[in-house]
């Protein structure tokens, strides 16, 4: 059986899209951290890895982005969104009230800024890797005067009680993870593929320019996200992920023209979507005939070179 890194400990919401990619609970390999997820994956100690990437509150997840861009070579292979369900989970029987500490994800906390503010205005908050180790170390402590933020599932899993439900700011908080590994999936026809440019030169129009290729072969833009290089301030690169897979005429021609013009490009992945196709949306191998044979003219041209 396949081993499946994901970000651990048990009962976190990577193992919830783990678990959704099809992948049996016995096959996971509970990791510490992003990294080392993406390390164990890298250096072959796991088949496939499973992290987040993405918070629809609070945006892209940057030790994900950043890792995928500068440490491993691997490649998105699928992704899945998960619906975010918060609870206060505490020793049972303890008021609300009562905690003076609340440990979690700093997405988490982010994402009960207002129920924290109105209910526990003066306690601490204390960011840890996950909303399962923060469960998992109220559980240790012992202390009734802490709780975590976390799953329903983590509450579970460390026999603790939930004091409070429903604390998120919002009903409509998703997450989505993206399933890491060494392949390309075959085009599906309702794909998704995803790169990381570097411009090189910070000139007025330069991203414009960038864009521009996209938009000439009406391409859409599902993402686009700016992150600092890192190496000087003020220096970022872009993470793309534009509708249509590797195989397609026009995203290949895309990636080229990319490739050519930008030079420093890292592709992300090419792979399937995480929503069902709309039953309306056209068919757009049409448009990539269109490429084919425009290549093939110009083709026939310069084979009459002399």
């Known amino acids: 059986m396949a081993r499946i890194a994901y970000l651990g400990p048990r009962a976190t919401f990577t193992e919830t899209a783990a678990r959704r990619l099809g992948h049996a609970p016995e096959a996971l390999l509970a990791c510490r951290d992003i990294g080392e997820v993406l390390r164990t994956v890298a250096e072959d100690g796991a088949q496939h890895g499973v992290v987040p990437i993405e918070n629809r509150l609070e945006g892209g997840v940057s030790a994900t982005l950043d890792a995928l861009a500068d440490d491993v070579d691997l490649l998105i292979e699928a992704e899945v969104d998960v619906a975010v369900e918060l609870v206060l989970a505490g020793a049972r029987g303890v ?59 983590a509450v579970e899993h460390y026999e603790l009680g939930a004091l409070a439900t429903d604390i998120a700011d919002t009903d409509s908080n998703h997450t989505r993870f993206v399933q890491v590994g060494h392949s390309i999936p075959a085009r599906t026809g309702w794909d998704k593929t995803s790169l990381v440019v570097y411009i090189p030169d910070n000139h007025p129009g330069a991203l414009f320019a960038m864009l521009e290729i996209f938009a000439e072969r009406e391409l859409d833009l599902t993402k686009i996200e700016s992150r600092p290089t890192k190496h000087d301030l003020g220096d970022y690169r872009f993470f793309v992920d534009v509708a249509g897979h590797l ?57 009459r070179i002399d």
């Open 247 to 303: 195989g397609d005429e026009r995203v290949a021609d895309a990636l080229a023209a990319i490739k050519r013009t930008q030079r420093d490009v890292k592709l992300l992945g090419s792979y399937p979507r995480r929503r069902q196709r709309p039953p309306d949306l056209p068919d757009r191998d049409a448009d990539d005939a269109s490429f084919r044979e425009a290549a093939d003219w110009v083709a026939q041209w310069r084979d």
């Open 95 to 153: 008021a609300p009230e009562a905690v003076t500490e609340v440990w979690s994800h700093p997405v988490a906390l982010a994402s009960c800024r207002r129920w924290l503010r109105e209910h526990l205005p003066d306690a601490e908050l204390r960011p840890v890797s996950s909303t399962a180790r923060a469960a998992a170390d109220v559980a240790a402590s012992g202390r009734p005067d802490v709780a975590a933020i976390a799953n329903p599932l």
